[in-house]
Nanobody, 124 residues
Framework: QVQLVESGGGLVQAGGSLRLSCAAS????????MGWFRQAPGKEREFVAA????????YYADSVKGRFTISRDNAKNTVYLQMNSLKPEDTAVYYC?????????????????WGQGTQVTVSS
């Protein structure tokens, strides 16, 4: 069992930056692929970024590539999402999630554990 707690959301102007953190409980954090997803009002949950458990491969949605960076610190059981050059369309609730299914890194149904989410609002 893994419990995930996100933090770092808030209100920021367009062009600004935020860093989200996701702290995980348990001693098996390093055995999970970690992902970030987001959900805007009236829209489906969408993939943002993922950091694989082995090999250190990272993946990004096209909409955030070059602006967002995912990283993880296995010693701290924490995954981060650095968000730069934020746009109003990045406004959403951001969730972190843990998965053991590498082939489904961008599919929310491939993730077993989810955090409660943190709100990110980007004003124009």
């Amino acid at each position: 069992q893994v419990q995930l707690v996100e933090s770092g959301g808030g209100l920021v102007q367009a062009g600004g930056s935020l860093r989200l953190s996701c702290a995980a409980s348990g001693r098996t954090f390093s055995s999970y692929n970690m992902g970030w997803f987001r959900q805007a009002p009236g829209k489906e949950r969408e993939f943002v970024a993922a950091f694989m458990r082995s090999g250190g491969n990272t993946y990004y949605a096209d909409s955030v590539k070059g602006r967002f960076t995912i990283s993880r610190d296995n010693a701290k059981n924490t995954v981060y999402l650095q968000m730069n050059s934020l746009k109003p369309e990045d406004t959403a609730v951001y969730y972190c999630a843990a998965s053991v299914y590498s082939a489904r890194y961008n599919d929310p149904n491939g993730y077993v554990y989810w955090g409660q989410g943190t709100q990110v609002t980007v004003s124009s």
